[in-house]
């Protein structure tokens, strides 16, 4: 495949080469309706389970370096206009048991409770509908940073064993694009993000332009607060200083404003109709109780038109002279990154793997992220035919062009079989673990 011929120097080591076995983990990645290594030894012709294992578990390749390339590459088809956006978001992987690396009782945002899970916190470069995972950081909470044996058995790398806040992790990635020199105009956070202040004033400390959601309760000034220490009085001196104007919550000064404030903008056209929203634009400040001066940012309140309930909350230190509209659809851009959490997962196995420790988890989704850009190179080729190509689209025309292992009857029994004898040898393990017999059961007389 001549996509993945451009990665081989990434596959192949000083005495092994997995430029096979990571093939045939891609086109399993298409071919498999379910996406583990099990089900893409019987879809791909030629494909074998070991193989893929060892390349995903046990081999020492560069998923650095390919997440790298995978980023140059998305830069070279979607950066370096004023409509490239850096979007951070997290994803999590519903996990059972304890073993899995990072895996904790957490937020899982799939179930939409706190549960037992992994959670990635990714980068993907966007440009209109388009948007290429080109980082990803596993979150590691506390309790595994603080178990060295645990962090150990995992493979974790010792440089790695320590618990760093999402905010933190997605901070190295903006700063990891730049130096590879991927071209984005702004960085685009959800409110998980958004709420962490030393978060956004570091992005505008590295001269970065930032889109952050933020909670309905982030505090906003007015007008300037000028902070400063009051002066002394009876008793102790005071040391700290104190904001000369009063705070409001946002909620609260959106619900406030009249109706001939709000303004209707167009985000986009799109297959569904127009989008179109209600939003509120205001210049404000933020202080958190310590710098010398509030930092001036815009302030855009977004009201969806059919459901007036629903508002999201917006800062942005965008240049003082960007139009309301403009942040509004810059705003809206961070969608495109849940889009392709949708179709990784759906489509590309982002959520399937069989991979327990550190090394076989960072592999897995470089070859995930691989995958996406393939998919939208070839969205991107086809546009002129077939503008409405979708990742699901490309998944089903490989699934059903590209040569596959389970054609004729014989093989596809042969494979039912197989499962069949994995299933009667766990079974007996089971009951050998319990110091019992196994009993004569139906499928008792099955062999491997």
Known sequence: ?????????????????????????????MQAERKNMERMEEAVKDGDEQRLQHMLTNSAWDHRAVLDQVAMEADARLGGSAESGLLIDE?????????????????????????????????????????????????????????RRRCEVAGIPPEHRQSKSKAALALEMVRHQRALGVRFAWVGVDGGYGKEPEFLRALEDL??????????????????PEPRVPEGGRGRPPSRPRAQSPAERVDRWAAA???EAWQRVVLRDSTAGRLEVDILHRHVWLWDSHEAQARHWHLLVRREIDSPDTVKYTLSNAAADTAAHRLAQMQAQRFWIERAFQEAKSE???????????????????????TLLFMIEERIAQRDAY????????????????????LDAQEVIRQMEKRH??????????YAAQGLPM??????????
């Open 387 to 406: 503008p409405l190509l979708s990742c699901s689209d490309i998944e089903t025309l490989l699934r059903h062009f590209l040569p596959r292992r389970d």
């Open 207 to 224: 001269g970065e332009t930032f889109v952050a959601d933020v909670h309905k309760d982030q505090r906003i000034y007015l007008r300037d």
């Open 257 to 259: 404003q009249p109706p």
């Open 91 to 147: 994803s999590s992987f519903a996990k059972k048991g304890a073993h899995s690396v990072g895996v904790a009782r957490q937020w899982c945002g799939r179930l939409g409770k706190v549960d037992n899970c992994q959670v990635g916190v990714f980068a993907a470069l966007g440009r209109g509908h388009l948007a290429a995972v080109t980082d990803v950081r596993l979150f590691l909470p506390a309790e595994w940073a603080s178990d």
């Open 1 to 29: 495949m001549a996509f993945h011929s451009r990665f081989h120097a990434h596959f192949q080591g000083r005495t092994r080469s997995v430029v096979v076995a990571t093939g045939e983990y891609l086109k399993g990645l």
């Open 421 to 430: 004898a994995k299933r009667c040898d766990a079974t007996e393990r089971k």
């Open 348 to 370: 590309c196995g982002m959520a399937d793997y069989q991979a327990r420790k550190w090394r076989s988890w960072h592999h897995h989704m470089a070859l995930v992220a691989m």
């Open 439 to 448: 009993p004569d059961l139906p499928w008792g007389n099955l062999t491997k």
